[in-house]
């Protein structure tokens, strides 16, 4: 699902936008976009509505992580409201203008296709998604403080 779709209280915004942000500062050159899907009801219908989708374009193609946009998709057990909302995984993929070049997820920790990304790019992209999985350790609230006082 469109990550804007998901930006429903503060908190959620907040991650969202971080999350935008943790990617920029890797990968400076990219232009991030929070709708990567259709908003027709057929598209929306073949969504997963427990993942917050975004996109990610290079100018030009991306030597190093081998593609020119990254479709990204971070999912979670349920709702992103409920409290029992837990992160499951993250999955990405790139693609040239036209063709997937490769997947990655959380899953297997692998990059698989016809053209993963360099090495040194691979370690870079799961530097970000370690990050990313860090950030939504607790989806649907501010990372509580430690210190059993709240501050």
Known sequence: MNAASHAVTVELTSKIAHLAVLFRAEFAEVRVDL???????????????HSIDLSFFFPKRHLGLACNCILLKVRFSEGLLRPTCQLTHVEADGYDH?????S????????????????????RFRTVVDRILQLFEYPNQVKPRSGGYGY
């Open 35 to 49: 709708n990567p899907w259709l908003t027709d009801s057929k598209t929306q219908r073949q969504l997963d509505p």
């Open 104 to 123: 990655f997820s959380t899953i297997s920790g692998q990059f698989t296709g016809e053209s993963p990304p360099l090495p040194e790019y691979q370690a």
């Open 98 to 102: 036209v063709n997937p070049q490769w």
